[in-house]
Structures are given as C-alpha cells and as structure tokens.
C-alpha cells in the first residue's frame, strides 16, 4: 500500500534554533517527493522537489534530503524564524494511479 | 497573475443543501483535483480531471460531484449525500499527470455546516 509518514506530529521550537523534520514512504513507482509549507488556513506552498538521482536540494534556509534507497526524506530548517511556524507536508508522487500521496504533516511553532 | 483561484474562502450549508465550490486556474494546466484535508490527517483525493470533459473518481467521491466542461474550471458540488461535509476543501492543478510535474494549490474553501 502506498503510504507517506512524518514524524514528529507537532514540534515547538525556539527563534533561531535548527529543526529536522522527517518523511518515510513505501510509494512505488516512486516519481519525486516535494516538501509543502501550509500556513494555517492556506493553500500549500512548494518548498523543494527531489528526483531519485537527487540526495539534497536547498531553498534559502530550507534544506530537504533524499535516501531513495531507505525511502526517507528529510526537512531542515536553519535559523528558525516566527513566520515559519506552519505545517510542512511531504508528498510523494508515483508514476500511477492518482499521482500524489500526502503525509499528514508536521506541525511546526516557532516561539520568541 | 497566474494561479488558482478558489472561492468563496468561507461557506456555510444547511443541512440537505447542495452548495459548489468554485475552482479557477489560468496556468493552463490539464490536470485538476479536489482535495479535503480534516485535522491531523492528510489531503485526501474526491476527484481528479486528467483532461478537459473527463473526470475520476479519488478516494473518497461518495457525496461529492464534479464537471470539467472548461480547462481553467473545475467546480465541486458537495451533495446532500455528504454525511460529514465540514472541512477545508483544496484544488489544485498540475501540467499534466506524469508524476513529474508540481501540483499547484488554491488558497481553500472552508466549509461548515448549520
């Protein structure tokens, strides 16, 4: 069964401090996974997108990691600032069927 | 601007209602899809359009009806069929359905029933 995982659920952190958020799947034919920030009430916005051949990809303090062998992806974030308080979901898409498969998000509170 | 452009951003519906959501993009995009995300679980696919005049069925399409008569269009009728309509509804569009492409979100209706 095609399924995407984060963890943790929720998270808090200080301003200024790093996070790492985490994303396994078991989608197969895996295509390429993307990292989404949601702000609360928002559409998801695109932070990075990740082929097979790729193992790292960075957007300004955004850095996202690839294992296409242990299927785990990975968010960092740099620096951490309050407008980064969101959810961050991970998406996989496969070469199938309906294309995309959402995680249930990470929630993230950056705090003064 | 390019993008999509859902609305209204708030609805409310009685119950035994049929209401449409609204979902415009000028990205021109072929594939389209309908998303509801609930709290602490992820989107969940009701319909997807591939192409203009065609549409399927996700996940979850029971209670929900769709048209694709336009490229940029693609409304959502949420039924009275709905047993539990409340949530927050995304579109979004894609080039195509390759499995390459980006999928491009609205901004959501949120719905609620009275």
């Known amino acids: 069964k095609n399924q995407v995982e984060q963890s943790p659920q929720s998270l808090i952190i200080l301003e200024g401090k790093n996070c790492t958020l985490q994303?396994?799947?078991?989608?197969?034919?895996?295509?390429?996974l993307r990292w989404y920030k949601q702000d609360t009430g928002r559409g998801p916005v695109s932070l990075t997108i990740?082929?097979?051949?790729?193992n790292t990809k960075s957007n300004g303090r955004y850095t996202a990691t690839l294992d296409a062998d242990t299927k785990q992806s990975s968010l960092h974030i740099t620096a951490s600032q309050l407008s980064d308080s969101a959810s961050y979901i991970c998406?996989?898409?496969?070469?199938?069927?309906?294309?995309?498969?959402f995680g249930t998000g990470t929630s993230l509170t950056v705090i003064p | 601007d390019g993008g999509i452009t859902q609305s209204p951003k708030y609805l409310f519906r009685k119950e035994g209602q049929n209401v449409t959501l609204s979902c415009e993009q000028n990205?021109?995009?072929?594939?389209m899809y309908w998303y509801r995300q609930d709290p602490g679980q992820g989107l969940r696919l009701i319909y997807y359009?591939?192409?203009?005049?065609?549409?399927q069925k996700g996940d979850i399409a029971e209670g929900y009806s769709v048209s694709r008569e336009k490229k940029e269009s693609f409304p959502l009728t949420v039924t009275s069929a709905q047993k539990n309509p409340t949530a927050f509804y995304l579109c979004?569009?894609?080039?195509?359905?390759?499995?390459?492409?980006?999928?491009?979100f609205g901004q959501g209706t949120r719905l609620t029933v009275v």
């Open positions: 998406v996989v898409s496969a070469n199938t069927g309906n294309q995309f498969y």
């Open positions: 359009s591939q192409i203009v005049n065609d549409f």
């Open positions: 990740m082929t097979f051949s790729e």
């Open positions: 990205l021109n995009h072929d594939a």
């Open positions: 994303c396994n799947y078991t989608v197969s034919p895996f295509s390429n």
């Open positions: 979004a569009s894609s080039i195509d359905m390759t499995g390459y492409t980006e999928a491009f």
